[in-house]
């Protein structure tokens, strides 16, 4: 079973920067692809960025230039670089790994704790 660490809550001035830790742990062979995704009060969740294990990645519109998602693998953790940070960024941050279920095959969803990342005006 895969596990999912993020970091806690986070304080940054619109215009900063900031990294998000995600580490990972368990069977880390079956994850397919990391995602990180967020959810402002009263919001729908929406996708943020993603990397495949080949290392492609993929970024929301609103986040490109911005956002960086990367990865190390010798620390088996997965970063989420966000720069020129905006108080609409203001959200938790969720790590999700898609994962291979041993023996069965299907896909499903392992999901970090949650980061609260508050920008301030």
């Known amino acids: 079973q895969v596990q999912l660490v993020e970091s806690g809550v986070d304080l940054v001035q619109a215009a900063g920067s900031l990294r998000l830790p995600c580490a990972a742990s368990?069977?880390?062979?079956?994850?397919?692809?990391m995602v990180w995704y967020r959810q402002a009060p009263g919001k729908q969740r929406e996708s943020v960025a993603s990397i495949t294990r080949s290392g492609s990645t993929n970024y929301a519109d609103f986040v490109k230039d911005r956002f960086t998602i990367s990865r190390d693998n010798a620390k088996n953790t997965v970063y989420l670089q966000m720069n020129s940070l905006k108080p609409e960024d203001t959200a938790v941050y969720y790590c999700?790994?898609?994962?291979?279920?041993?023996?069965?095959?299907?896909?499903?969803?392992?999901w970090g704790q949650g980061t609260q990342v508050t920008v301030s005006s």
């Open positions: 368990g069977s880390i062979l079956r994850i397919i692809t």
């Open positions: 999700n790994a898609e994962s291979i279920r041993l023996y069965v095959g299907s896909v499903y969803d392992v």
